[in-house]
Each structure stands twice: as C-alpha cells, then as structure tokens.
C-alpha cells in the first residue's frame, strides 16, 4: 500500500506533524510502547507524577497552542520558579540580582556572582536583539542566525574564573538543559538563561499530566499510530519512499509519497539511507547529554514549605532541581497530598545511572529530607525514569551543521528539537514546517493518481 505520508517517531514532533496531516493518508511508527516520547506522566488520584517535559509556553507557543487547539486545560504555575537552595538554606521570590547577597556566600564568592550575574544578563540583553523577527526571513535562515550567536566559546570560557561554590551553582543551574558550562556553546547558555528571564517565559503545565498532549493526538489517530513499531531502514527511491520496520518479532515495508523522520539525531543518521554526506555527518554530530529524573508521590495532610515554590535548584545534592508539580493546584483550599519531581542532567546524571533504581530513589530520598525535613515519613512512592539521550545541546561549531540538516532532501524531511534550542516548541515548530512543505507536494501527485485510475 502506498501511503500519502510516513511518520517515523511518535515523539511530539512526530505527533504533531500527524496531526498537522491527519486529513491525509498517514502512518506514524513509533519504537516504544507508548507515544510522547520525553513527554511522560501517570494519574495518581488528585494528582499526577512527571517524569519530563512539563514546561508550557501560552497559545502563541507551538506547544502552548495546540495543546490550546486539543482542548486541554493548561494552568498557569503561580510558584516561583528561580529559587536555589545552598548549604542549607532556600533562597526563592524576589529579584534574582539580589542572590549573591540572599545566598551563604563568603565576599570573594558574592562579587564572583555579581561579576557572573553582570555577564550574563548582559548577554542575555544582546541575544535578545540577535532574536528579533526579521521580515521575510525563512524559519531555516532565522535558525542559523540564533544559532550562530555566541558560537565560538563555551559558556565557561564567557563567564569566565569563578569561585568553587559559584561554579558549583552555575552548573547545577545549566545541568537542566543537558549539559555544564565547559561544554555547552555560550549562546546556548545564555538561551536558556534568557526563556528564565523572559516575561514571555514557558510558565503553565497541563492540568492531569504532560502525557495528555501525546495521548489526545494519539486517540485522535486510532490505527494510524502504531506502537512497538521499531523503524530499520528509511529509503528515498525515485518516486516514493520505503520504510522498513520490525513489529512484534515481524520486519515489515510500507511505501509513502513522503515521509517525515522525527527521532533523535543519532537514530536518524542510523535508519535513513543514501543521505547527502555532509547531512549524514552533521546528524552524526549532534550532541546529547543525559537526563535523569524521579516522581515523587508524597501524602502529607497540610501545607508543606515548598508549596510556594516551583523549581528550586539543589547544588551540591543528589539531584539538581526539586521541582513541585503540585503547584498549580495550589490555588485555593490546599488538598491533602502531593507530586514533586527530583531531576539531575548532564554529566551528573550519567554518572547516577550506574547504579540502580532503588539505589537512586534512596540517594534521592535522602536528599530531599536533608533539604525539607518535613518530607520525611509522607513519601509514598518514587518512580526513576532514565533518559539516556535526554536533549541535544549546541556546543562551539554547532551552528556550521545548520545549513547541511535544513538542506532540501526532497520526499524526506527532518524534524525534532535538535534543529533549534531544545524544547517542545523546537519539536513541533520543524515539525509543522515538514508538514507544510509535505502539503504543499501533495496536492500534485494526488491529482496525478486520481488521473491514473
């Protein structure tokens, strides 16, 4: 059978272009048992446990709007979302310019804040400029331009020398989008510094978990979505495009008109044949760094002291971020109970995943009590999730592959968040790109095959 498009991934990059194209004759396949890819979360009674993406931006984003179009009910967080809890003592609310002062600092490490906190927002204010919309500019060609700024050093290389107890928080800090200061580009850095920093920053999660995203579209789809449905070889043939695939111990073949492949940089360079070689490399070059994660269902009967909070960054502790995902319920008469999220990235994750499960919920258990005595006793559950490809992250040079992974492939188009900053915005913006162009293909060659018969 000859389908009109083939979506391999069923991540919300591939999701979304599906549904961008669900009035067409579609096929999305997808490796796991489940869709959503990072996008996980479980119902627990009042509440629900996360174990990744949670982050929505308002109906302008790509992710805030269609979960807006899919008629999902997206809450705004109204905890602080930039605390950070240091020897001992949890420093959140208020301007962020006062840390270095709020933070049990010795002088040499508040002015090697201050100085950090100074280059910073002053980058910051320069990639502001670099990101505004230039009139008639390709989403491709505005790509390049943002990814190129700040390009040629690490971040560590910008901020320069810092104290050991500042560079220990700066890290913590930048550990949540995949990699540390030594390695990640300075533009990179100073991106993720900048969504913190936006007023236009993502500030909602979904009401019932991030997982209901994936699993509106996927309810929406029926059969056209196909689980445990692991892609083998990707092939651009002279009218169509094969796609082989290995499903329940059965290696099968589908043709499509088109095709979209929204998996992990590396998986795409593995299953797609006879790429452009400078495409082939550059997808081979990408760079990812671990995420690791634990939900936390916890059963207190009243207010606890991070019920205010929303993220708060952990340096020097098992994980890196305490994130409450309770919080937009804590609006009104507080309800018995409660769902935290304890995440680690980067290198430090790697490391955290030598060991086993029960060994890291234990780490973390007995972190988060040295951090709130008041968690001990009302832990009732925690779930490790392992993300070993957790997020791509642009490091100096990343901005030279651009051109070679936006290069006209003809029948195959990219998508997924390694082609932007990464994020679900950046996975369902390429991804809606592809379904654009794929549109725009289609007409013709459907014409052509009602003519034929």
Known sequence: ????????????????????????????????????????????????????????????SPAGGLADELGLEARPIPGDRMGIAFKGKVVAGGRSET??????????????????????????????????????ETPAARRVRQLSFENGRTLEDYVGALTPDVEL????????????????????????????????SFGRNLFGGSSRLPQAIASALGDRLQLNAEAISVEQKADHVEIVYRQNGEERRVLARQAIVATPAPVSGRIIRNLPAD?????????????????????????MPWDNNYAIATPGLSFGVF?????????????????????RGARGAAELMKLSDPEIASRFQADLETLYPQARGIVR??????????????????????????????????????????????????????AARIEKALPALLTDRAASG
């Open 381 to 434: 559950d925690i779930i490790v999730q392992r993300w070993p490809l957790g997020a791509p992250y642009s490091f100096p040079g990343r901005a030279a592959l651009q051109p070679a992974l936006t290069r006209d492939l003809g029948r195959l188009h990219l998508a997924g968040d390694y082609l932007e900053f990464p994020c679900m915005d950046a996975a369902i913006a390429t991804a809606g790109e592809a």
């Open 279 to 303: 495409t082939a490399d550059a997808l081979g070059k990408i760079r990812y760094g671990a995420f690791l994660s634990a939900a936390v269902l916890t059963a207190e009967t009243g207010p």
């Open 323 to 343: 994130f409450n995902q309770a919080s937009t319920l804590r609006v009104g008469a507080r309800k018995p109970g409660g769902s935290l999220m304890l995440f």
């Open 169 to 200: 928080i700066l890290r913590t800090i930048t550990e949540r989008t995949s990699a540390d200061p030594t390695y990640m580009a300075a533009g990179y850095g100073l991106t993720s510094f900048g969504q913190v920093w936006s007023k236009h």
């Open 1 to 60: 059978m000859m389908r009109d498009v083939v979506i391999v991934g069923g991540g919300i990059g591939g999701l979304s272009g599906a549904w961008r194209l669900r009035h067409r004759d579609i096929l999305v396949l997808e490796a796991g048992d489940r869709p959503g890819g990072r996008l996980r979360s479980e119902p627990r009674g009042d509440y629900w446990l996360n174990f990744g993406a949670h982050l929505f931006g308002e109906a302008s």
């Open 99 to 136: 840390f270095p002062l709020r933070l049990p600092l010795d002088l040499r490490s508040r002015l090697s804040f201050v100085r950090m906190g100074l280059k910073l927002r002053g980058g910051v204010l320069r990639l502001l400029e670099v990101q505004k919309k230039i009139d008639g």
